[in-house]
């Protein structure tokens, strides 16, 4: 369903994507894991178009995105939910707005439909009558699970999650697992979940994706990477202190020589 091949992207004197690859099947839940900084999100931006690759492939459902005009796109873009990692909310639109701003925008539906939706949605990630408040008055779990309403009243067929988890309670965080285990068995939807909850993605990963100076170091089912014997995966999932990554990790890394 996603496949990237050989991706590059060079910010200044950073190489953030080093020939990187990786391949998502369809109907498929790929957990992302690595250090802050190491470019999950930048991989993210690159799939939607928010960002552009130095060189390098992504197909999407077997279309070649990296070298579309916007409006080609757009198409695209259509099909893919994006929960960013801050919530990326319009914070002059309410929550209503907010949810249902794709639906009102680019789908031809009635007022009472997107109101209808928008309230589903949000019930779907726990959240009743917040339609009328305003992001200024949520707090930062709340933005981060009316981002996931967003998305979902899109129903989408790809789904990118950057740290869907991260803001939230231990309960919410369960029930956001949840939903998006319900996601892939329901509605066959595909995804990439970023995450630096190691419980989350050994629930929710049917494969776990490592990234380090801008490649996958490793790629397999949950067991696998926990199993892994690859010393940098080990010290980056028990959070050791010590071990093959410093501190200075992005700075080694960081400069193009
Ligand atoms: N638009 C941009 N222009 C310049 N540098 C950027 C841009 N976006 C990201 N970067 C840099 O690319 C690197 C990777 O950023 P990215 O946001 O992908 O990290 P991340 O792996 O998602 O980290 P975290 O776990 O903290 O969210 C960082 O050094 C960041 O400063
Ligand atoms: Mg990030």
Do not use: W
């Not at 960013?84 to 209503?96: I, K, R, Y």
């Amino acid at each position: 369903m996603i496949e990237i091949r050989n991706l590059y992207k060079v910010f200044g004197a950073q190489m953030i994507l080093n020939n990187m690859s990786l391949t998502v099947r369809r109907g498929e839940t790929k957990v992302i894991i690595g250090r802050s900084g190491v470019g999950k999100s930048v991989l993210l931006k690159n799939i939607v178009g928010l960002i552009h690759p130095d060189s390098g492939s992504i197909k999407i459902n077997g279309t070649e995105v990296t070298n579309l005009k916007e409006k080609e796109y757009d198409r695209i873009r259509m099909e893919i939910g994006y929960v960013f990692q801050g919530g990326a909310l319009f914070d002059s639109m309410s929550v209503g707005e907010n949810v249902g701003f794709v639906l009102n925008e680019f789908m031809n539906l009635d007022k009472k439909t997107v109101k209808d939706k928008v309230h589903d949605a949000l019930g779907l990630v726990g959240l009743k009558d917040v339609e009328d408040l305003m992001p200024s008055q949520l707090s930062g779990g709340m933005k981060k699970r009316v981002s996931l309403a967003r998305v979902l009243c899109m129903e989408p067929h790809i789904i990118l999650y950057d740290e869907p988890t991260s803001e939230v309670d231990p309960i919410t965080a369960a029930a956001i697992n949840h939903l998006i285990i319900e996601l892939r068995d329901k509605l066959k939807v595909t995804s990439i979940m970023v995450t630096h909850d190691m419980n989350s993605a050994y629930q929710v990963a049917d494969s776990i994706a490592m990234f380090y100076r801008g490649q996958v170091i490793a790629d397999g089912k949950p067991d696998e990477i926990k199993n892994s014997k690859h010393p940098v995966v080990q010290q980056f999932i028990h959070g050791d202190a010590h071990g093959p990554i410093t501190d200075d990790e992005s700075l080694i890394f960081g400069h193009v020589k």
